[in-house]
């Protein structure tokens, strides 16, 4: 949870003013670490936190399945040089599925 910088500074301030850490917490309704990593940070602004960069292009992956629709997970795996479990993961959130559409007919005994 991101708190804004007002409340950060009052935190802060009211620590610096002679006020104890734990009290601070309870008053201003966050966790004391939290209290104690503010005052040890050099700014008060909130880190950014963004999706990491992805080893896998996605868009290259669409492209081989539409290319080469019966290739294995680990066929894939090997030519984009990263784990199966990348490109299950993938594939899924692109809802491409490997099950196959065909109809399988079935004889009564």
């Known amino acids: 949870m991101t708190y804004s910088i007002d409340l950060r500074e009052r935190v802060v301030a009211f620590c610096?003013?002679?006020g104890s850490k734990t009290e601070a917490a309870e008053r201003f309704g966050v966790h004391r670490q939290t209290v104690y990593g503010w005052l040890k940070a050099t700014s008060l602004k909130p880190k950014k936190h963004g999706r990491r960069k992805r080893k896998l292009d996605w868009a290259a992956l669409q492209q081989d399945i539409n290319k080469h629709p019966d290739k294995t997970l680990k066929e894939r795996a090997a030519a984009f040089g990263v784990a199966?479990?990348?490109?299950?993961?993938?594939a899924h959130?692109?809802?491409n599925s490997n099950k196959k559409n065909l109809q399988v007919r079935r004889t009564r005994r």
């Open 16 to 18: 610096r003013e002679g």
């Open 93 to 95: 959130e692109l809802n």
């Open 84 to 90: 199966v479990n990348a490109i299950w993961y993938a």
